[in-house]
């Protein structure tokens, strides 16, 4: 009989044509541990199914998704889950090499210890980086954080005991697009999570993802829901959706969600600042004066670079 894995790799895939076969590649480069990927091939209308099928690696399993939405294809890729832990990986994204070691590491130290988490950047839809997200330089416990419902990386960084999240339902329908968050702090409920700034993920920016697809309006109420639940849960033991008592959703909005271009430029003037903030002044004004002659006609960019050079010593001058 064949053993356990050590870990699941839960992959929802719909319409990844693009991107699945350099995902489930990044991720097949962890040698060091056993490990499943359970593709959830949810609905896909393009050749997603036929690319994985051709990469014929016996650590792949394809499933079929019940196309009721993301949360319910995690799901039913956790129903099928073997690992004593889980780690989700969308289809889109990217991992870290060397990741499952060190997360493993972590959760063999303590048994109260049900998630470990790690630091993550984003990259473009080529697959180029963008930037490192400012997620904490520290190692820590970062239980009470999510408990008081502050998040502070992406869900793809998580490695989570099977156990708890089978116990917890999984993931949650009525969080469309923000189920990742709503999860995040529900683990947080049960039990100890440990955050390692080890960066373990890199997240595609692309228009076609969730993030920039769903109304402004709608993802903003939803992650306030999931932010308010964990209060009323540490209260309580329950929150308004396990008592049948939440708001439903708004539909939808007049405001667009973000854009890819907006919020790329977001994070490489936060990168820049942070250098700043670390005291690589000249490191910083590099980064800024880049972003300006990538974006000469942008008025924020002028602004920050107008900014930042006022609060950088020029090189030499030592002013």
């Known amino acids: 009989m064949t053993p356990a894995p050590d870990i699941s790799v839960i992959v929802p895939m719909r319409n990844a044509a693009p991107y699945v076969a350099q995902t489930l590649a990044s991720i097949l480069e962890e040698k060091s541990v056993n490990l499943e990927v359970i593709v959830v091939n949810d609905g896909s209308t393009d050749d997603s199914a036929q690319i994985v099928s051709a990469l014929n690696d016996p650590r792949i399993r394809m499933i079929d998704g019940p196309q009721q939405g993301i949360a319910a294809s995690v799901n039913a890729g956790l129903a099928a889950c073997r690992g004593a832990v889980t780690i989700r990986c969308d289809a889109d994204d990217l991992w870290v090499a060397g990741r499952c070691t060190r997360q493993l590491q972590i959760l063999n130290v303590s048994e109260t210890t049900v998630?470990?988490?790690?630091?993550?950047?984003?990259?473009?839809?080529?697959g180029r980086p963008v930037a490192n997200l400012d997620t904490g330089a520290s190692t820590q416990d970062i239980t009470d954080e999510l408990r008081s419902g502050h998040t502070r990386t992406h869900f793809g960084t998580?490695?989570?005991?099977?156990?708890l999240l089978r116990e917890l339902g999984g993931a949650r329908d009525y969080f469309?697009?923000?189920?990742?968050?709503?999860?995040?702090?529900?683990?947080?409920?049960?039990?100890?999570?440990?955050?390692?700034?080890?960066?373990?993920y890199r997240y595609r920016l692309h228009d076609t993802s969730s993030t920039h697809t769903q109304s402004s309006p709608q993802r903003d109420f939803l992650t306030q829901q999931a932010r308010r639940f964990v209060v009323q849960r540490m209260e309580s033991g329950a929150d308004d959706l396990d008592r049948g008592t939440a708001q439903p959703p708004p539909e939808g909005g007049e405001d667009a969600p973000m854009s890819v271009a907006e919020q790329t430029l977001s994070q490489q003037i936060g990168h820049a600042w942070r250098l700043r903030r670390d005291r690589h002044r000249g490191r910083a004004l590099v980064a800024i004066t880049h972003l300006l002659m990538r974006n000469p006609t942008s008025l924020r960019v002028w602004k920050q670079w107008l900014w930042m050079l006022l609060k950088t010593p020029l090189p030499g001058t030592g002013w």
């Not at 998630?115 to 080529?126: E, F, K, R």
């Not at 998580?158 to 156990?163: G, L």
């Not at 683990?187 to 440990?194: F, L, R, W």
């Open 176 to 200: 469309v697009g923000t189920e990742d968050i709503d999860l995040q702090l529900r683990i947080a409920c049960a039990g100890t999570v440990q955050y390692d700034p080890a960066p373990v």
């Open 158 to 163: 998580f490695a989570i005991r099977t156990a």
């Open 115 to 126: 998630a470990v988490c790690g630091g993550y950047s984003t990259i473009d839809a080529q």
